[in-house]
């Protein structure tokens, strides 16, 4: 069963290594577990409903907790805490398009806040109920998760809109082909999520972005049916679906996803790469990607990254002879790892390893093999558990990320960094932090900033810790010409940031979309813009006539 | 001098070969030409301008002239014609961001409707003038035509709206880069006209449509200034740049536009293949595109384009020995040519050359070398010249455009090769028509459609035959699942089908968002959209609250 108050299903875990738990000593001293909150006191805390009976809708209390929060430090502060605050009236659990109508119809005409929820994998309190005077639905989209159409020849499937990455994977293998869509949070995720958040997937260089993905479907808005025709490509004006992609449940609740798939591919290899240095390693990479190399994956670790990495491998005395090898090779102090993957026919798998292979030559990167990316194959979607072994030993983590165009990587990674890395000096803790650069494009790429620190004494002093990091380095990321988000979206924690990489009138048109959607303002209020009302004073030029936003 | 009445440049122009000429004979009989107006019996119709005076702003009868119409078929007779009916009142040179901002202030204080013009070349009537009460000022943005930044570090080049093709490329090759957008328009279309109508250009598997290539920029609009900052990617909501893309200057004239760049490539090469049939042309066009060849161009043409083609080639010794030797590979009647184009590294050409031919071997293809693709090459962009030279033996020519998913287009392709075929039966005109696929993704194809009939007895009577035919097959395009657009974009001409692709809740989308960037609607009113008034009939729901959109 899923837990109710952590990541993934209470069968999985991880163990941090003997020699994991001594690094983080080191690094950031001896720490204290803070006690967990039980089921049973939450349950005992959650206020009655407020919601009208409906067939489809249980306000059932453990549905109701296990509803409330998603993925972020602070729910995972609450959940462990048992200090939820909000919790849904009630979660609602569609199982069809009609149902979902169904549903908003009911709530628009009862003003009820409809909070759409797919995986409830959100780190950035997209799915949160918050303080509000209407009671809050929450709908569930877990039900909807079939492979409804498999266009073979146009290679789109059409899916229910809550189907999780693993379940979606393999109804499509059965018939031959694949996403491709591999975020950390696949196991739990959704594609009507993903879709919603703009999410990325680990081999975005093969397959691309949610957005290339997405190729249409339908949503139910509180104005009617919206149906996304799937064309090839179109220049017939602005794309509907681009207005959708990240829209956070505001506009409506996607129902139906069509997707965009690819047959199976006949080889896939992950080879680990080792620089001396830093720049070098992130050189290979942008070169690599400016050359478009037919890659499938590619990830750079910073210096500390890669010594924690493998510090936390697990196998010591593989590991032992590695960094020996390395060391005759050039890489010692300072190393930096790099993750590639090549996807394809064997044709275009050998093609792409001879022209890696030429060009790493050239920054004096060594060439490891495979053993340690498949490795990292095995592992990749167990990473969110770590964070509970880190927990149970008094280690709080939490990760940033951003992307940012290339002449401005460094300049914005080290601000990141050093405001992380000082962030708890006031109190006299240190804080381990690392980074690997993660998606790659012509222009830019990914920063993807983990940081690990001690939990304070009580759950408040340990969120204040983390507030103050996220709060600072936001900041530095928004305005030092980072995005406030590469891959995880906007939600409620993000809101306050967006304004600076959208503009003044780049807000007014998201809040204009919002307003024609869903004019009575029920649709996840306070994710992604925090008002959706027009702004009165920021006009440039008076409004003479047509003044269609006048309230 | 540029042709005031045609395409491109007086001293350019092709002529059709004396076997082209025949061929077209025999296909849909003798023709005469219409009598051409002169420039001179134009200028004396233009009416009195009723702009207020600006020192930016010309009222010159010849600059008015040179700016009331496009490329479209009804602009062309229009031209030919000397029957304008519209006018602009005059036209703007701006130099800068500043210049435009304050002839829109000029404009917005006085109700004169503003028309952003770049090369000129639409096919579909967006910088038309029209019957209007209030005055028309268009909005010439050729003199913003520099690169004025180029960052190489993310490959990100900063260009004025008004670039056109030619010079764009020229100040990129000399620092090592390109674009790599090169549709058909080439020689006279903008880069702020290629976002504002989300053009797409020939090597588009390549280098990607403009909607990849757009990376940020300027936008002035009534509201204000609009900064679209670069990122890599983002997943921070809705995409702004996704709103710009396709606006056709309803939102705002762009002035800056930043640019994804490329360096040259090493190697590049077009190889033109034949085979025996259209089903194996096709399917070897799909597999290779689906199985994510690295190819930077693929073209289809069917069996009567493939004829045509080679008959208008104007080298009959050569084809005919072309033609004997295909015959003895099995490639006759019906056959189908294909070209192919390889870029990038001498490796990558390489590897996406072995990759190629292994496939079409299995579907028969004979690979004909790289003489035939050269030719093609260098004759990529006289092609508009080609009307220039039918029109003076009495032959109208225009294209259709469209895509749509690969399950459906064998099926659209007949239905509007079968309605243009027959468009001109009532009054017992023949209609020579062949099409080609040209634009290929894993999901369709656009599929892009020639017609060519003899001119009416007058003016009205050609436009007549014309819009018939457009007309009817606008609306085959719409309602069997094609776009109205691949790469033309809307315009006036195709405003009407918009609907149907998009949709009510679609149309109410786009709408909002130009209500919210103009809301005295004085911005290239009648493109895009026919009216962005908020429709009062359509909504669902009754709204109770927060109904932002009455006016």
């Not at 997937?201 to 339908?218: K, T």
């Not at 004006?237 to 992609?245: N, Q």
């Not at 992307?403 to 990141?416: G, Q, Y």
């Not at 996840?524 to 004073?537: D, F, K």
Request: glycine fraction near 10%.
């Amino acid at each position: 069963m899923r837990r109710w108050n952590g990541w993934g299903d209470e069968n999985n875990g991880m163990e941090l290594p003997p020699g994991g738990v001594g690094f983080l000593h080191e690094r950031v001293g001896k720490a204290k577990a803070l006690a967990d909150a039980s089921l049973e006191s939450v349950l005992a805390r959650t206020p009655p409903s407020r919601l009208p009976a409906h067939p489809l809708i249980t306000t059932d209390a453990e549905a109701r907790v296990r509803h409330a929060r998603g993925q972020s430090l602070p729910d995972w502060l609450a959940m462990r805490s048992g200090d939820f605050q909000y919790f849904p009236d009630g979660v609602a659990f569609p199982e069809s398009s009609e149902d979902v109508r169904e549903l908003l119809d009911f709530c628009l005409e009862r003003d009820i806040v409809v909070i759409p929820y797919g995986g409830g994998t959100s780190v950035a309190g997209h799915i949160n109920p918050f303080d509000s005077d209407m009671p809050i639905l929450t709908m569930d989209m877990g039900r909807m998760n079939s492979l409804l159409e498999l266009d073979e020849e146009s290679q789109l499937a059409t899916f229910g809109a809550g189907t999780p990455g693993p379940h979606l994977e393999a109804q499509l293998r059965a018939r031959g082909y694949t996403l491709g869509h591999f975020p950390q949070s696949f196991e739990l995720s959704t594609v009507g999520g993903w879709v919603a958040s703009r999410s990325s997937g680990q081999q975005s260089l093969r397959y691309g972005r949610i957005e290339q993905l997405f190729a249409g479907g339908r949503v139910e808005t509180p104005r009617g049916t919206l149906y996304i025709p799937t064309f090839p490509a179109s220049s017939a004006g602005p794309d509907i679906r681009e207005i959708i992609l990240g829209s956070e449940g505001r506009m409506g609740v996607l129902t139906e996803v069509k997707v965009r798939v690819t047959p199976l591919a006949e080889k896939e290899d992950f080879y680990v790469i080792v620089f001396p240095s830093w720049t070098q390693a992130k050189t290979a990479a942008r070169e690599l990607v400016q050359g478009k190399t037919q890659l499938s994956m590619l990830r750079v670790s910073n210096a500390v990254e890669t010594e924690t990495q493998l510090a936390l491998a697990g196998h010591p005395r593989q590991i032992e002879w590695l960094e020996r090898y390395l060391k005759w090779r050039g890489a010692s102090e300072g190393k930096c790892m790099m993750t590639v993957g090549v996807t394809g026919s064997a044709d275009q798998c050998r093609a792409a390893k001879r022209q890696f292979n030429a060009l790493i030559k050239q920054h004096r990167g060594v060439n490891t093999g495979t053993l340690l990316g498949r490795k990292w194959a095995q592992k990749r979607f167990l990473m969110p558990y770590l964070r509970e072994a880190l927990w149970r030993d008094g280690y709080v983590v939490d990760t940033l990320e951003t992307a940012t165009d290339w002449d401005n990587v460094d300049h914005l990674l080290n601000k990141v960094e050093a405001n992380l890395r000082a962030g708890l000096e006031p109190e006299g803790e240190r804080v381990h932090v690392f980074t690997h650069l993660s998606h790659f494009y012509g222009q830019g790429c990914s920063i993807y900033t983990t940081y690990v620190f001690k939990s304070g004494v009580t759950y408040e002093e340990t969120l204040a810790r983390w507030r103050r990091m996220k709060t600072s380095t936001s900041d530095i990321i928004v305005n030092n010409r980072g995005t406030i988000s590469h891959q995880h979206g906007v939600g409620k924690d993000h809101a306050p940031y967006l304004p600076v990489e959208k503009g003044e009138l780049g807000m007014c048109a998201i809040a204009a979309l919002c307003r024609e959607f869903d004019p009575q303002q029920l649709m996840n209020p306070g994710t992604l813009i925090a008002s959706v009302e027009p702004p009165q004073a920021t006009v440039k030029k008076s409004v003479k006539r047509g003044d269609a936003w006048t309230t």
